[in-house]
C-alpha cells in the first residue's frame, strides 16, 4: 500500500459576519426603534482523524480549504448564520505543523477532533448600542477575521510492528508473504522507498525502508523513514541468514535507531534471522545463538520459502502481539 506521507496545504477559518444597521418600521415612523441583528460566526478549522492512510494524498494538488465565512446580521433582531467549517481529514497518526507558530498537534485515534482555528466572531448589529441616552443608534462592527495558516501534515505509520533491517533483509519479501501486500521486491540497496503496509489477522505491519549507515544524520533517504518506526509498537528486526557477520548487521541498524533518538531503542525488538533457506541448518542455529547471547534478545527465525516454518513464524507474532511472549 503506497502512500503519500507528507503534505503542506493553507487553512483558514472564516470571517465572522458584519453586524448591520436596521430600523423597526412601524405605521407611525418610517424609521422606529434600532433592530439590526449580530453578524454569525465564521466556521471553524477542524482536524478529524480517519481510518484511511491515503487521506494525504487529497491534499497533493488541492492545496486551499477555507471554512465559510458568517452570514451578516439581519432586520428584525435576526442573527446571521454561522459559518460552515472545513473539515481537514488526516490519517490516524498524523502530526499537524502550524508552519508560523511551530505549534504541533497529533492524531491519534478515528474520529478524533481537534478545532486548529476557530471562526471569527460575528460583529454587533445596531440595536445592540441602544440605550437610555442613544435611542437611535447607527453604529454596528465588522465581523472578526479567521485566523489562517499554513499547516504541515506528517504521516508517522502507528502498526503492531515495524520492520527494520539492513536492505535485502527479506522485509519486503516477508510482508507479502505473511499479509500477501503488495510491496516491491529487488536485490538493489532500496528495496522499499516508502514504508509499505500489510494486516495480519487484524495487527498492522509496516515494512520500513532498508536502514543504511548514517541514516540517523540524514544520508540516503535514513530520516525521512526512521521517523515511521517512532509510532510501531514492537521492532522487528531482520538480519539475512547468509551475512557473514549477523552481529554486525544487528549493530550496524542499531546504531542508528538509537543515533534517532525518540526513544526507539526503547521499544520491544525481536530479532529475526531471515532467508534461513540460504545456509545450513546448523549454520542458523549457531548465528541465532550468537544473536541472542550478545544482543539479550529474543531470536526467531523464519524462512518464506518453507510453508510450515512460515506458518510457524506468523503464529508466534501473533501470539507476541496479543501478549503472549
Known sequence: MAFVDEARIHVKAGKGGDGVIRWLRTKESARGGPSGGDGGRGGDV???????????????????????????????????KDGADVLVKVPVGTTVRVVDTGEEHDITKEDEQIVLFRGGKG?????????????????????????????????KIIADAGLIG??????????????????????YPFTTLEPSLGELYGYILADIPGLIEGASSGRGLGIKFLKHVERTGILVHLISADQEDPLAAYR??????????????????????????????????????????????????????????????????????????
Open 46 to 80: 477542524i482536524l478529524v482523524g480517519v481510518r484511511d492512510l491515503a487521506a494525504l494524498a487529497h491534499y497533493r494538488y488541492e492545496k486551499k480549504f477555507y471554512a465559510e465565512d458568517g452570514e451578516a446580521g439581519k432586520g428584525e433582531l435576526k442573527q446571521g
Open 123 to 155: 460583529g454587533l448589529g445596531n440595536a445592540r448600542f441602544r440605550g437610555p441616552s442613544n435611542q437611535n443608534p447607527f453604529q454596528q462592527t465588522a465581523g472578526k477575521e479567521g485566523k489562517g495558516a499554513e499547516i504541515e501534515l506528517t504521516l
Open 166 to 187: 539492513l536492505p535485502n533483509a527479506g522485509k519486503s519479501s516477508l510482508l507479502n508473504a505473511l499479509t500477501r501486500a503488495k510491496s516491491k521486491v529487488g536485490d
Open 252 to 325: 550496524e541498524v542499531h546504531k542508528e535507531i538509537v543515533s534517532f533518538g525518540h526513544e526507539l531503542d526503547a521499544k520491544r525488538e525481536i530479532i529475526v534471522l531471515s532467508k534461513t533457506d540460504l545456509v545450513l541448518q546448523e549454520e542458523c542455529e549457531i548465528k541465532m545463538r550468537l544473536l541472542a547471547k550478545e544482543t539479550g534478545k529474543e531470536v526467531l527465525a523464519v524462512t518464506i520459502e518453507d510453508a510450515d516454518a512460515l506458518k510457524k513464524f506468523s503464529d508466534q507474532l501473533i501470539k507476541i502481539f496479543s501478549g503472549g511472549k
